[in-house]
Antibody
Framework: EVQLVESGGGLVQPGGSLRLSCAAS????????MTWVRQAPGKGLEWVAI????????VYVDSVKGRFTISRDNAKNSLFLQMNSLRAEDTAVYYC???????????WGQGTLVTVSS | EIVITQSPATLSVSPGERATLSCRAS??????FAWYQQKPGQAPSLLIY???TRATGIPARFSGSGSGTEFTLTISSLQSEDFAVYYC?????????FGGGTTVEIK
């Protein structure tokens, strides 16, 4: 069974940092692009970042460029999101998802909540 | 950035009735378009990709249509498990963007 499990969320002060992890299982992790999508409380979905199979290419939404870094460890079947200089508007549930050949996201993890507040 | 506008924001439908959801892209995305379903407290799940192709395991009552800038998701006969929020997304260029969502609620 394909499974994605996020961890690392929590409460952090504005300006602080947090590192999210996503553990993948049930598929050949190194064969897929992977992505992070977030959802602010009661709001819609926002794509955040995406990374190529070998980690050689990353793309970000403008609102997180220079603050967030997506990375992966194919040996450990893990995806990461390093979030620095966090702002209140970064408060959201962060989902990792596998990117399929059509650049659609399937499946998704259950999400991890990041709250940025003093 | 391609802006995706979903309508309506909320759709009230009786079980067994047909539901039609729409998305409009601010510029052509060809058929690089997908639909997702999100039930309360759950992660989104993929319904449709390439504008009209059902994802694995998706019932035939879900159908997608459109190309260019106008897209439609039709649920032919709503079942109780279909009441949820639906999002559309393009994957034509970076950044990938989603519509604001349509809540399908029980009438």
């Amino acid at each position: 069974e394909v499974q994605l499990v996020e961890s690392g969320g929590g409460l952090v002060q504005p300006g602080g940092s947090l590192r999210l992890s996503c553990a993948a299982s049930g598929f050949t992790f190194s064969g897929f692009w992977m992505t992070w999508v977030r959802q602010a409380p009661g709001k819609g979905l926002e794509w955040v970042a995406i990374i190529k199979q070998d980690g050689s290419e990353q793309v970000y939404v403008d609102s997180v460029k220079g603050r967030f870094t997506i990375s992966r460890d194919n040996a450990k079947n893990s995806l990461f999101l390093q979030m620095n200089s966090l702002r209140a508007e970064d408060t959201a549930v962060y989902y990792c998802a596998r990117v399929n050949v059509w650049c659609t996201f399937d499946p998704w993890g259950q999400g991890t909540l990041v709250t940025v507040s003093s | 950035e391609i802006v995706i506008t979903q309508s309506p924001a909320t759709l009230s439908v009786s079980p067994g009735e047909r539901a039609t959801l729409s998305c409009r892209a601010s510029q052509s995305v060809s058929s690089d378009f997908a639909w997702y379903q999100q039930k309360p407290g759950q992660a989104p799940s993929l319904l449709i990709y390439a504008a009209s192709t059902r994802a694995t395991g998706i019932p035939a009552r879900f159908s997608g249509s459109g190309s260019g800038t106008e897209f439609t998701l039709t649920i032919s006969s709503l079942q109780s498990e279909d009441f949820a929020v639906y999002y559309c997304q393009h994957y034509k260029i970076w950044p990938l963007t989603f519509g604001g969502g349509t809540t399908v609620e029980i009438k």
